[in-house]
């Protein structure tokens, strides 16, 4: 059976020159970074250039490079580190509430701590508006976490916009670029933010390898102790293979950043156009897609080019996820739970979406090895699917009488 | 990335139809798995997933329970290893509203409901059964113990309890329409438990010695006192506790509010009596708990109400059958006479103890499920 894989925000395949880079750190430069000897110090040259090199494409300092296990530590490490380090000065957090759960149940947890956490509200679009954060944002706010680009519906945020405001009022700002690294330009310098998450297993790396960009002058407590890697503010053996591979994937990504967003962009465009010409009913969450015949890159980039996010009146997104996943396509929709059961998704709730509608939606997501034929197999098998749930659909039946 | 699996075209062509097969992590169902896919039926494994800890409270038990992690991930891997698709349905919204929600207001109501037979009904037979035909199944199948056939004279599909009394899940099954049941396969309903437990180990089925659980699912600790208390305070609804009386109407005790007990209850009343009293009825008019002796609890006549005819149409003349009131009850004979469109009398031929409003009254003849419903009324 063919196999399409349309579940890129899920993870990636590693690149093969992520894995060739990647595989003398497991052999024969295995030797622990923090050792005296010849096999440590081979060790600690291959780390220390993949953090200056790192450090170069965010346009930060090797020293602002903390590495650690991926997002959702990088983001428990900028979120949970910087506000307990500022607990005596500032109790207020601010978040948005279309964040990943790494950043919702961090948030969370500091409100159990005694912080006073405020979610700002988004458009029906996805995006956080610079007044609905100016009327959250105080002087007691120690900082504001809103993430780059959404997982999910593929909203991008105007990052300079929001920091201007948390930085007036003394608030540090931190953003997940989990999904926007890669995708669109990513520079701490223009975005002018403190903290930043980022993550291998997105941009073709690795799984459990990432790094959080922290500006020099931030404090962060530790989440864990027990040495004094990553300047003790990430305790461990440092994982070289997967920083290794880290920024290798870094390294790729960026040097395909505008010939990628036009290539999706193209694709989600027809995608989109096929999928609207013979399924009624349909609708995109998150803004509309840029012209498909664009030739350089936006200067103000509203989505990411590879989230198709899709609401299917009248069929479950459970039942459409197992029927094309027998087809041999993977996609996905909300944020799969531990057991791999499908929840509503809290992001479309967020931007407005009905619950019935967020229970029949879909996240098709492409990536690098995304095909035009790909993008035609599936444009013809999904109206098939539609169809069939929806003729077994009693209320939409009624809808539509 | 072209990697053939069991659900390519080619096998399509020689299946006996696609199944998907409900897996609760229990031997039953693993061994329905193989069975039917020994059979040559193209086979999906499913996992409702009906509740979480969040939600229902209560401790964890060691036996491996349906909804936990540990049982998913016996599903899981026991498709892995036939190589056969497997999927976690989340049901939790429905199985709260139809099962969980039923099952509190039932007990407000001074009776005591059968949590299974609903969800049977209302999510297996139901939601599931959608799933399993939106996923393009022919059938879909349990671990259940009991038969199902079709006759040819009437075209009916008939519901056969299981030859071992002691494993009959039968009276759980009533509900289930001719659609479902045409729909259903049940491929360990005929087998004996060691039949059953030996083609487990043949097959090297983690859980092929997991006792069986009998208990509600979702009343993890098996405390329903607790559920019930938990449950309405996070709502924010009291119980109100009232008088416990004889039945000449004297007080003679308090209690904690009427949900807390059921019909033929000795223990936990706190009365110390000239006899030994046990609750005969559950007054909610009044508040009242109504306490009697041992023989003040048998009674002949009962109305059954939300009526499910499988194997006959609606009865207009009285007829005779074998009637069971609770699932450990042995089936008693009696007379039903119809008396309205979803309503029946039922007279036994001698009483019976503790005839319990809420609880199913399920009718057999023949060794076949005639149909069933709930006691609305006993008296």
Known sequence: ?401 | MNKNNSTDSENNLKSKGRVLVALSGGVDSSVALYLLQEQGYEVIGAHMKLWDFSEVGGEMKKDGRCCTLESIDDCRSLCAKIGVPFYVLNFVDRFREEVIENFVSEYRAGRTPNPCVVCNTRMKWESFLKRARELGCDYMATGHYATIKRYEETGRYYLIPGEDVTRDQSYALWGLSQDALAHTLLPVGEMEKSEVRRQAHAHDVRTADKPESREICFITDNNYHRFLREWEQKRGRDFEGGDIVNEEGEKIGQHKGVSFYTLGQRKGLGIYYRQPVYVKKIDTANNQIVVSGADGLHECDLDVSEINWMAIDRPTEPFKASVKIRYLHKAAEATITPVDENTVRVTFASKQRAVTPGQSAVFYRDKVVLGGGVISKVG
Do not use: W
């Open chain 1, 1 to 401: 059976m063919k196999q399409i894989y349309f579940d890129n925000n899920a993870t990636t395949q590693v690149a093969p020159e992520v894995l060739e880079a990647m595989l003398p750190y497991f052999s024969p430069q295995y030797g622990n970074a923090s050792s005296m000897h010849s096999f440590g110090r081979d060790a600690k040259v291959g780390l220390e250039n993949a953090r200056e090199s790192c450090a170069e494409i965010l346009s930060a300092e090797p020293s602002e490079i903390v590495f650690c296990s991926g997002g959702t530590e990088a983001d428990n490490i900028c979120l949970k580190g910087a506000a307990r380090a500022l607990k005596h000065k500032r109790r207020r957090i601010v978040i948005s509430a279309i964040e990943h759960s790494a950043i919702l149940q961090s948030a969370e947890s500091l409100a159990q701590e005694g912080f006073d956490v405020q979610i700002a509200p988004v458009t029906s679009e996805g995006f956080v508006t610079t007044e609905t954060l100016a009327n959250l944002v105080d002087e007691d706010t120690a900082i504001v976490s809103i993430m780059q680009a959404n997982n999910e519906i593929g909203t991008i945020q105007d990052i300079p916009a929001l920091v201007e405001i948390a930085h007036a009022k003394g608030a540090l700002f931190h953003t997940d670029a989990v999904q926007a690294f890669g995708k669109i330009p990513v520079s701490v310098e223009e975005l002018g933010v403190d903290l930043l998450s980022l993550s291998a297993h997105k941009i073709y790396g690795p799984k459990g390898t990432g790094l959080a960009f922290v500006r020099s002058g931030v404090k962060i407590e530790s989440l864990v102790q027990g040495g004094s890697h990553e300047k003790s503010r990430r305790p461990g053996t440092e994982n070289v293979p997967g920083i290794i591979g880290l920024t290798k994937a870094m390294e790729v990504s960026v040097t395909m950043i505008e010939e990628e967003y036009l290539r999706l962009n193209r694709l989600s465009q027809r995608f989109l156009t096929s999928v609207r010409a013979n399924i009624a009913d349909v609708i995109l969450n998150g803004p509309e897609f840029p012209e498909s015949e664009i030739s350089n890159l936006p200067d103000s980039l509203l989505r990411t080019p590879q989230t198709v996010n899709l609401s299917f009146a009248g069929a479950e997104g459970e039942a459409i996820i197992l029927s094309l996943d027998l087809e041999g396509i993977a996609v996905s929709s909300g944020s799969a739970c531990s057991a791999g059961a499908v929840d509503p998704s809290p992001v479309l709730l967020a931007i407005g979406q009905t619950p019935e509608l967020a229970k029949s939606s879909i996240r098709f997501s492409m990536g690098r090895h995304t095909t035009q034929d790909e993008i035609e197999y599936v444009g013809n098998v999904l109206p098939k699917i539609i169809e069939r749930l929806r003729s077994m659909s009693p209320a939409y039946a009624a809808s539509k009488r």
